[in-house]
């Protein structure tokens, strides 16, 4: 079924290759707006959306999102890891590689002299998993010192700061303001987490995308458009669990 605000979008010059849709949450307050890795785009808006409005908001970003897009459809396949020893594993920007241990009571996932230690596990699979596990908590408690003094910066304060698997968002703002980032982000240096953290504290103060949003992130971070090219650069090579 076509909605007002499936319409009004259609009215754009929305590029004819592109695959995008709309979809009603009802949790949401604003437009969001989502990408895949594919390059599809997805419009997220309330029950009560203005169609004219939704409109003119995304007529606003559309130079931007044509670039998003274009990116995506051309970037590189997602990295695969192989669970072997020596296999290279970034957090916060620092490369270690793998030591492939023993499996046994107490035995975990752990930086150690500098290696990521890894329990011999039964499949890749679950290799990967327990990975992604460690630095789901390890992220979680590097934000948790890290978020307070970027947070009185942008002037707000966040209910909840974590880090989980988001598919493929890096970041997202729940509407009972918590916050979220990609347990993939923390294999970036902490200059360019920071800029995902501070996109998404940003949030807590401007749902949308627009020019009062980028002049927030810009007195946050002064230097927000060279960690943002530099972010982009760098996003596709981040390993987001696939596993061999």
Not at 182 to 192: D, E, K, T
Not at 193 to 212: A, K, N, Q, S, T
Request: one cysteine or more; glycine letters at 10%; hydrophobic letters at 40%.
């Amino acid at each position: 079924m076509t909605t007002p605000v499936q319409r009004a979008l259609a009215s754009l010059p929305v590029p004819e290759e592109w695959r995008w849709r709309v979809v009603v949450r009802p949790r949401r307050r604003t437009l969001g707006i989502e990408i895949t890795p594919e390059g599809d785009v997805l419009f997220a808006v309330p029950p009560d959306a203005d169609p004219g409005a939704v409109a003119d908001a995304v007529r606003s970003r559309l130079p931007r999102l044509a670039d998003e897009v274009r990116r995506r459809r051309h970037r590189p396949a997602e990295p695969v890891k192989e669970l072997v020893g020596g296999t290279g594993f970034a957090y916060l920007g620092r490369r270690h590689r793998l030591r492939v241990v023993p499996a046994g009571e107490g035995r975990r996932v752990r930086l150690h002299l500098g290696r990521l230690e890894l329990p011999r596990p039964v499949t890749p699979e679950e290799g990967g998993r327990h990975i992604a596990d460690w630095y789901r908590k390890r992220g979680t408690r590097w934000l948790a010192e890290r978020t307070p003094p970027l947070a009185g910066v942008v002037g707000v304060s966040p209910s909840s700061v974590g880090v989980g698997d988001l598919g493929h968002r890096w970041g997202s703002c729940d509407p009972d303001g918590g916050i979220t980032l990609h347990w993939a982000v923390m294999q970036l240096p902490p200059v360019l987490i920071d800029f995902v953290l501070v996109h998404e504290l940003c949030h807590l103060r401007v749902p949308g995308h627009g020019p009062d949003f980028s002049r927030l992130v810009r007195l946050a971070l002064p230097d927000a458009a060279v960690r943002e090219l530099r972010f982009a650069e760098e996003e596709p090579e981040l390993w987001r669990g696939a596993v061999r």
